[in-house]
């Protein structure tokens, strides 16, 4: 199982970027998928949620508002769009996945199984 996060980068504040999750070697459409971050000194952060029953999502009280989760299910793929993007976003952002079928809030805190390598997001004028 291998989770690909990408579409980081350097953006000015109030700009957006759009972030892609994808998997090899599991369908998405079966898992819930998270979004979570990680900026250096802190500790991580559950972003977004997608479920995969109901296309359910959840946010974060910092993004909520600016982020959006989707997923494409034929390209076995999730993604986040962040737009107006603050300096306090900067962070690596990581894409994750279960089959535990807990709730949104409780994968953003306490984390999920199957987990990506990152893509570093900085938002600097």
């Known amino acids: 199982v291998q989770l690909q996060a990408s579409g980081g980068g350097l953006v000015q504040p109030g700009g957006s970027l759009r972030l892609s999750c994808v998997a090899y070697?599991?369908?998405?459409?079966?898992?819930?998928v998270g979004w979570f971050r990680q900026a250096p000194g802190k500790e991580r952060e559950g972003v977004s949620f997608?479920?995969?029953?109901?296309?359910?999502?959840h946010y974060a009280d910092s993004v909520k508002g600016r982020f959006t989760v989707s997923r494409d299910n034929a390209k076995n793929t999730v993604y986040l769009q962040m737009n107006s993007l603050k300096p306090e976003d900067t962070a690596v952002y990581y894409c994750?996945?279960?089959?535990?079928?807990?709730?949104?809030?409780?994968?953003?805190?306490?984390?999920?199984?199957?987990w990506g390598k990152g893509t570093q997001v900085t938002v600097s004028s």
């Open positions: 070697g599991l369908t998405l459409v079966y898992y819930d």
């Open positions: 994750a996945t279960d089959r535990g079928g807990y709730s949104g809030s409780y994968y953003l805190k306490y984390g999920m199984n199957y």
């Open positions: 997608i479920s995969t029953s109901d296309g359910t999502t």
